[in-house]
């Protein structure tokens, strides 16, 4: 018979057999329609369906197929059918695991050849979904089964889209030995620590045959470890590419409905059978690669090399600026099946790192690599050389290598195996040998050997180094002492740098010389607001702010960013980039704005966004740095109260401590360095704040602690003393008014300068009289004190351009004169008069006249007939209303160029009331004048007469209670205002839960006491008096227990409800008992500790509130005119008529001075260099500190230790060696002993008969 009937027999004895055992077929139907389920979604049920309508289930279901053979062929046609079991299909498979319907249908007589391509179908994929590791943590894997010919751009959607896993910015493929193999316990270490290291600093997916043996093991191992050290912010992303049939236990990562497994519950069974293997329970994602066939090795290489390579050419950002993925191949050990992907990654140019001494093809290409001589060759491209490394080799094998081919890949083909080897080492750039003999860090290997690939493309370089966030390989490796970067070119990496948050690239790329001048514009500068994330808290205050001006759009605009700010903390911040680089002043200065560098734009981004280091680093690089420190704080305080989430609220306001730590050290600094300049540095206005200073910065911030500070202290209290000599005791303010202040108190000395070839009439002089300004109404007009103002006052006065000691005697061309005679005494009175230290005791005087006069007439002369003291009142009250009118316009100065159209007056109005109403005791003040207005209309109508001396008693008492204002300049009387403010929001707190107890004892005791009571409005005033005064011990026993007139009568007790007789008394009593015992033995124990925990909060910071409201009190009395009420009520009138004139200007005082360019210029030079001084000693202190040093020494001991295993590890071999030697010596010696006992034998046989025995022995000693 022909060998084509004989295969003809054995397919009809396969059909027949099918045919006999068709009985199963019945038993098997409803388990073969099971299975085929999912392929129609019909037949799904309802709870499937409902689960399978998630969008990773339909994506999968919709765009992930699988293949099933559809063709039965047996694999050995020779073989003899016994049983079913005994008979594979060339897919690997057994007959009775087929489609039988299929499998017989396509399997004609003259079909002898198999192929996956044609004889499988593909159909939806089965097996998705996440893996449960029985016996591991409970952490779930993504898996999923697809067939090898997906497209990788599905392959890739998969991965970055519906698995959401973040793009990495390093890919490294690990190769090497499938089955186990040992790999010594330092490498592994090594290996595992260097994995870690790769995935913590780049976000490295690491990709690897995912399966529980070999290599692969030990990736997931290092996963493992990964896990197990601190929590990193970059997930680690082990992803396992594996072939499907190949997997062991594989049936439970199944799902007949085609809806995915949540989780598929896999259990690891030890040993193999054939090629089957368990996937590894440390990875975290699956592609189990399908083509129909089982136990087939190598099917999963060719469908990771596509993906590698689709991977590799996707970009790591989002923009075109953004580099390539990096890829780079490991091998460690490995057979033939790495040798050709070894091939295909230097034909690719792919890098390679070859790990030393980890056995097999490792081994054998780092032997190669390193006896191969070095060629240095020159290439030119696009009209560039460059400098290339060759390796070259012999085409005769050597003898050592030759042997060690044979015994990794085989003695068959070693030539070919050997030209292999040569092409794989001949690019010495793209390889790289990693010996754990020579370094310890497998993760500085595997950056720098694709640097090495890169070497000419510095730029590509330093785009991998920021992507992979290391630092140390950017400074060692790019930036070098020989690189010059051109200017401009390091622009769109410096971007990429501060959009990611790399601090070390900013400050890296800002000191080899880029320009933030010319990098930062308009367009960067939105482009960075752009970043913003969607769901930030940054985000939404934008939005709201957009709402809020009605304007419309989700693009971020420079105008968006000074409204927020404004919102945040009331200061009009003029970005650098829409600024005008020669902005003149518009406050009475004609100097020229210098244009500063863009640091502050970057800073105030920095803080918006929460990015504390970086932030920093601008505030380290910047100008004005004690200013930007407040506003910094200011912004992030006030962020912090705008979100519920409770660790954003404390990253905020923790950055925003930090924030004013720094500004108070950099205010310490310079006011040990020079207290006079510092005066200066906290009222130098800065125009990018609109005109603000130091000090409005921190009021508006509510920083209480630099307030609080001896430097603003300091500047207060000559503010507040004015002209005076600080050496007038309390004493002599307090009864200097009486003495009307002209013989007790002492006024500082004046010197004036006059040229020596001249007489007065050329005068420089630092009297605040001789050298004011026209820059505020009661200056011009002489109405108030010309205060000393700080720089006035210090030691420094203006001569020509430059500033000269007070104290010096001589000034060249000038002459040093005291101010004396009429001229003196003028000075003298009004520096008495107008020092706000005396307007404050003159003013307290007379509201205390003010009082006595109010209660007089309330208790004496008030009739209906109005007397002469309400005419004086009236004329007070009128005095102090426009007092407060003052106060409220100049809340907030209108600019002279400002327009004045109706919605411009509207908004400005709105932002003064806000700014006015913000100070508590302003609103006493409208509610007390308020009163008093309605007590005036009720006065003057004969019927109302008595409500309106009700109304003026309230008057009055609110009149008194504003006494508590004057108590705020003392020391201690001033902090137990703000307890007994806080107390009172603790009581409110309080009686909303003391009514819940009094409403629901006073309603229950009234109604068991009085039920069936007739509704009336004395019936709520005769329920709640019970429960109320029963907290203070009025306890009503007489009604409880029932009088002698009481009654039952309902027709007497209708009309007199004080009559009736309880009821049901004991429950009553009962009652009141439980209610006394709560209320006031539980509650009012409460209160009281709510009371004390306020009082200790407010006395730990005693000296800080009472700086704080010192300052707001300076201010106030600063601003008031030098005369009391009622007198001063005409200058009020000529304030009036100069604030319409001059459109709301000229009302309040400027403690800021008028600087000229040259002085502006040396007050900021001299704070930066005292702020940097400071950032370098907080470096050095930090640098100095103990956990530095901790870590430090623990870098140092692990090195020792490294250091100290090599050496262990060097003297284990070398006393491995000595005893192989010995071990040599004594075998060499036993059998050098054994020849020379034969070789006498012999001798002695030749020589029996002469008996030549010395002769013998000489020829032993001889050898």
């Not at 995915?260 to 896999?266: D, F, I, N």
């Not at 034909?347 to 390679?352: M, Q, T």
Request: overall charge positive; hydrophobic content about 40%; proline content about 3%.
């Amino acid at each position: 018979m022909s060998h084509n009937g004989s295969l003809y027999l054995n397919r009809m004895q396969v059909v027949g057999h099918a045919r006999a055992v068709g009985h199963l077929r019945i038993n098997r139907e409803r388990q073969m329609a099971r299975a085929s389920r999912f392929i129609d979604p019909s037949s799904i049920g309802q709870a499937d369906e409902e689960f399978s309508q998630s969008p990773e289930s339909r994506w999968i279901r919709k765009k992930i197929k699988m293949r099933e053979c559809a063709r039965f062929l047996a694999a050995d046609l020779e073989k003899s059918f016994k049983t079913e079991k005994d008979t594979l299909c060339c897919c690997g498979l057994p007959f009775f695991k087929h489609n039988r319907f299929t499998a017989i249908a396509n399997s004609p007589p003259s079909a002898v050849t198999w192929s996956w391509k044609t004889d499988t179908n593909v159909l939806p994929t089965n097996a998705f979904g996440e893996i449960e590791f029985v016996g591991y943590d409970e952490i779930q894997r993504k898996y999923v089964r697809m067939d090898a010919e997906t497209k990788m751009g599905d392959v890739l959607h998969l991965l970055l889209d519906v698995w959401d896993m973040k793009k990495p910015n390093l890919l490294i493929s690990v190769i090497g030995g499938t089955e186990n193999f040992r790999l010594k316990s330092k490498l592994k270490d090594i290996f595992r620590r260097g994995m870690i290291k790769a995935s913590k600093s780049t976000g490295a997916w690491i990709i690897s045959g995912g399966m529980n043996s070999g290599v692969m093991k030990y990736v997931g191992e290092a996963m493992r470890d990964y896990w197990l050290t601190a929590a990193s912010t970059v997930p680690a992303v082990a992803l396992g590419i594996a072939n499907w049939g190949s997997v062991k236990n594989r049936e439970d990562l199944q799902d007949d409905f085609g809806s995915g497994l949540w989780p598929a519950t896999y259990t690891l069974i030890p040993g193999t059978e054939g090629n089957e293997k368990c996937l590894d329970p440390n990875h975290t994602h699956f592609l189990l690669v399908d083509n129909g066939t089982t136990n087939q090795n190598g099917l999963e290489v060719k469908f990771r090399d596509e993906l590698e390579r689709q991977i590799a050419n996707t970009k790591t950002g989002n923009s075109q600026a953004d580099v390539n993925i990096p890829m780079i191949r490991l091998l460690i050990e490995g057979g033939r099946d790495c040798l050709e992907s070894v091939q295909t990654s230097i034909r690719s140019g792919i890098p390679v790192i070859v790990v030393k001494w980890s056995g097999g093809l490792a081994d054998l290409l780092a032997s190669v690599y390193e006896s191969a001589k070095v060629q240095q060759v020159v290439e030119k491209l696009q009209g560039a050389s460059r400098m290339r490394s060759r390796s070259v080799t012999d085409n005769i094998i050597p003898s050592k290598l030759r042997r060690a081919i044979e015994k990794t890949l085989g003695s068959n083909n070693v030539e070919g195996y050997w030209n292999i080897l040569r092409e794989c080492v001949y690019e010495r750039e793209l390889v790289t040998v990693f010996d754990y003999h020579k370094t310890l860090e497998i993760d500085v290997a595997i950056l720098k050997s694709l640097l090495k690939a890169n070497k000419d493309q510095e730029f590509d370089q330093l785009k991998l180094a920021l992507a992979w966030n290391r630092i140390d390989i950017a400074k060692s490796e790019i930036f070098t002492e020989d690189k010059i970067w051109p200017p401009g070119s390091l622009h769109e990496i410096l971007y990429s740098a501060i959009k990611q948050d790399r601090v070390d690239f900013v400050d890296l790329f800002l000191d080899c010389g880029t320009s933030l001048k010319d990098f930062l514009t308009t367009e960067r500068l939105l482009m960075l607001y752009s970043t913003i994330p969607d769901h930030s808290l940054l985000k939404e205050l934008i939005c709201r702010v957009k709402r809020k001006h009605n304007c419309f759009g989700t693009d971020v605009t420079i105008k968006d960013i000074k409204r927020l700010i404004k919102m945040l903390i009331d200061i009009n911040v003029e970005p650098y980039a829409t600024r005008p680089a020669n902005q003149t002043s518009q406050f009475g200065s004609n100097r020229k704005k210098e244009s500063k560098l863009p640091f502050e734009d970057l800073f105030l981004w920095s803080v918006l966004m929460n990015r504390q280091d970086m932030a920093k680093l601008f505030w380290r690089q910047g100008k004005d740095a004690t200013a930007y420190a407040l506003l910094a704080f200011g912004i992030l305080n006030a962020m912090a109260t705008k979100t519920d989430d409770t660790e954003l609220r404390n990253s905020l306001t923790r950055n925003a401590e930090e924030f004013g730590d720094l500004a108070m050290g950099v205010l310490t600094e310079c006011f040990e360095a020079d207290e006079k300049k510092t005066n200066v540095l906290l009222i130098r206005r800065h125009e990018q704040f609109g005109e603000a200073n130091c000090l409005k910065i921190a009021v508006k911030s509510d920083n209480k602690q630099f307030i609080s500070h001896p430097a603003c202290q300091d500047f207060f209290r000559n503010v507040w003393m004015g002209n005076l000599a600080l050496e007038n005791g309390t004493f002599r303010l307090l009864i200097s008014p009486v003495f009307l202040g002209l013989f007790l108190l002492k006024v500082k000395e004046v010197y004036y300068y006059v040229k020596e070839d001249q007489s007065n009439k050329s005068i420089r002089s630092n009297s605040p009289s001789i050298r004011s300004r026209h820059g505020t109404l009661e200056r011009q007009m002489n109405l108030k004190r010309l205060t000393s103002e700080p720089i006035r006052s210090s030691a420094y006065c203006s001569v020509k351009d430059g500033w000269s000691r007070q104290n010096s005697e001589s000034i060249e061309g000038y002459t040093k004169k005291k101010l004396q005679g009429i001229r003196w005494h003028l000075h003298r009175i009004k520096s008495i008069y107008t020092a706000p230290v005396m307007i404050f005791a003159h003013s307290v005087i007379a509201y205390f006249i003010f009082l006595g006069i109010f209660s007089y007439m309330l208790l004496i002369e008030f009739s209906p007939e109005m007397g002469s003291c309400e005419i004086i009142i009236f004329i007070w009250i009128l005095t102090l209303m426009i007092e407060e009118m003052r106060q409220f316009c100049s809340t907030s100065q209108v600019k002279r160029d400002e327009e004045f159209t109706r919605v411009a007056l509207w908004q400005k109005f709105l932002k003064k009331k806000k700014e006015y109403w913000s100070d508590s005791w302003n609103k006493v003040d409208v509610l007390t004048i308020g009163l008093f207005i309605l007590a005036a209309i009720l006065r003057f109508c004969p019927e109302t007469i008595s409500a309106a001396r009700v109304a003026y008693s309230f008057c009055l008492m609110s009149f008194f209670f504003r006494i508590l204002h004057v108590f705020t300049v003392h020391k201690e009387l001033g902090p137990k205002i703000i307890m007994i403010r806080r107390m009172m929001i603790d009581l409110v707190f309080f009686l909303i839960i003391l009514m819940v107890f009094v409403l629901s004892y006073s309603i229950s005791t009234y109604a068991i006491m009085f039920p069936n009571s007739v509704l009336r409005v004395s019936l709520i005033r005769q329920i709640l008096r019970k429960g109320y005064w029963t907290l203070y011990g009025e306890l009503f026993l007489e009604e409880y227990e029932g009088g002698e007139d009481c009654t039952y009568n309902a027709t007497i007790y209708a009309t007199n409800p004080q009559r009736r007789c309880p009821e049901e008394r004991g429950v009553a009593t009962l009652l009141m008992a439980v209610y006394v015992l709560f209320a006031n033995v539980l509650l009012l124990n409460i209160l009281i500790a709510m009371f004390s925990n306020t009082f200790q909060k407010v006395q730990e910071n005693t000296d800080r509130l009472w700086h704080y409201m010192r300052c707001s009190l300076i201010y106030e009395f600063y601003n008031k005119p030098f005369l009391p009420a009622p007198l001063s009520l005409p200058i009020y009138i000529i304030l009036m008529i100069k604030w319409v004139l001059n459109r709301g200007c000229g009302v309040c005082l400027d403690l800021s001075p008028d600087l000229s360019e040259a002085q502006d210029r040396e007050i900021m030079q001299w704070e930066n260099v005292i702020a940097d001084a400071y950032t370098q000693r907080l470096k050095r202190d930090r640098e100095n500190s103990m956990e530095t040093k901790v870590f430090e020494i623990s870098e140092r001991v692990e090195n020792i230790a490294g250091r100290i295993s090599e050496t262990q590890s060097s003297k284990d071999i070398v006393h491995h060696l000595d005893r192989r030697m010995d071990s040599m010596e004594e075998k060499i010696s036993s059998i050098l002993q054994f020849l020379n006992a034969e070789r006498n034998r012999k001798l002695l046989n030749k020589t029996e008969k002469n008996k030549e025995i010395p002769a013998v022995t000489f020829r032993h000693k001889s050898y």
